[in-house]
């Protein structure tokens, strides 16, 4: 198991440049970029001054959908080449793409991320002040999620076939069928003052006087803050999860083993508890560690957005859309990190759930 472990952690390294080179090669050859955008701003505000639009070199009105001509950019007319140049080299622009990108890589190495472009700080400074309220959200949700989905599928198990197993599978399908930025519409809508009720609050992770609070009301305050966001997360996640358990446990009991544990006059609870929830929970703890990357920076971007939670998937949005390069590279080369380092933690769970399960004779199987 050892020597496994440190063939997955030696894979590491070169999926990251993997992943890193694909989406390095996306970004040169993707329209606009933070050069370009300075640049748009520069010739409305000319514009501005003149009082008059400008035609761009293509004929169109307007002027400030900026694109590269040679070794410069439309839509430059009027502007002084020094600023232009002054530009590329504060962004870095100025080099070659393979120079840039092997200097990402040695400053990758030893993780120094950078600086973004607008913020005037460290990247890794920036994923360190966020990275707390994408926990709240994934951990909250996940909590829920597998606190309700396990119990449920386990349930659902034993009553296959029964109307609760029909009603329960008809309600958590319809919540899986909605979308989570929708369903946070929705909870918007009626209970955040969007139109019915006023219940609860629909911005931030706290109250603007959460610091004058005594610790008993930030806590309050804090999971008052918390209810929507994380009950939309947590209603999308409930379908996949219940239904897995479900399965694998249906699986389960219908083997040899549980049978001969029956007619040994167990009870039904130490079959089911003593005997099958060991095998059956394999494929729960197979999918944490994608199901918790999910959350915490796919699932949560657009419910951080719609609740303006300053986290890190708010982050990475104003990234892409500010082509903010270093907290686009930098964010994505974390993210990628820890979900390879979960998947070797997930393996290890599994061994250490079965000991049975031997990766390394599986390896040279």
Do not use: C
């Not at 993707?30 to 035609?55: C, D, I, K, W, Y």
């Not at 009870?267 to 999918?287: K, T």
């Not at 699932?299 to 982050?315: C, Q």
Request: proline share 4%.
């Amino acid at each position: 198991m050892v020597a496994y472990i440190l063939r997955r952690l030696a894979l590491i390294p070169l999926t990251l440049l993997g992943i890193i080179t694909i989406n390095f090669l996306i970004v040169q050859i993707a329209p606009g970029g933070p050069v370009e955008r300075m640049l748009a701003e520069f010739q409305g505000l000319n514009s501005s001054s003149m009082g008059s639009t400008r035609t761009d070199v293509s004929g169109h009105q307007g002027g400030t959908g900026i694109t590269q001509r040679g070794n410069g950019y439309r839509g430059t007319q009027g502007l002084d080449p020094v600023l232009v140049k002054r530009l590329e080299q504060q962004f870095g622009f100025d080099k070659p793409a393979p120079e840039r990108y092997v200097a990402m890589l040695a400053d990758f190495a030893v993780f120094d991320l950078g600086e973004s472009f607008y913020k005037s700080q460290s990247v890794l400074s920036l994923i360190a002040d966020k990275l707390p309220v994408s926990l709240s959200l994934g951990l909250w949700s996940m909590l829920l999620i597998y606190g309700i989905s396990i119990p449920l599928g386990i349930r659902k198990a034993v009553r296959d076939g029964t109307p609760f197993d029909a009603a329960t599978s008809a309600a958590i399908f319809v919540g899986y069928a909605i979308p989570a930025f929708l369903f946070a519409l929705l909870l918007i809508v009626v209970f955040a003052g969007g139109r019915y009720l006023e219940w609860f609050p629909l911005r931030g992770l706290v109250s603007e006087n959460w610091a004058a609070l005594s610790t008993p009301r930030k806590i309050i305050d804090y999971l008052w803050h918390m209810v929507l966001p994380v009950t939309a997360l947590t209603i999308g996640g409930l379908a996949q999860l219940t239904m897995l358990t479900k399965n694998t446990f249906l699986d389960e009991i219908n083997k040899q083993y549980v049978l001969t544990a029956r007619a040994k006059g167990l009870s039904e609870d130490q079959v089911l508890y003593g005997h099958v929830f060991r095998n059956a929970m394999l494929l729960v703890i197979a999918g944490f560690p994608s199901a918790l990357i999910a959350t915490l920076f796919t699932g949560a971007l657009l419910i951080e957005v719609m609740f303006s939670l300053d986290g890190l998937g708010l982050l990475s949005f104003e990234a892409v859309v500010n082509r903010d390069y270093p907290v686009v590279f930098g964010s994505l080369y974390v993210f990628s990190l820890i979900g390879l380092v979960l998947n070797v933690v997930t393996d290890i769970a599994y061994h250490m759930v079965d000991p049975r399960i031997d990766f390394e004779v599986r390896d040279h199987g």
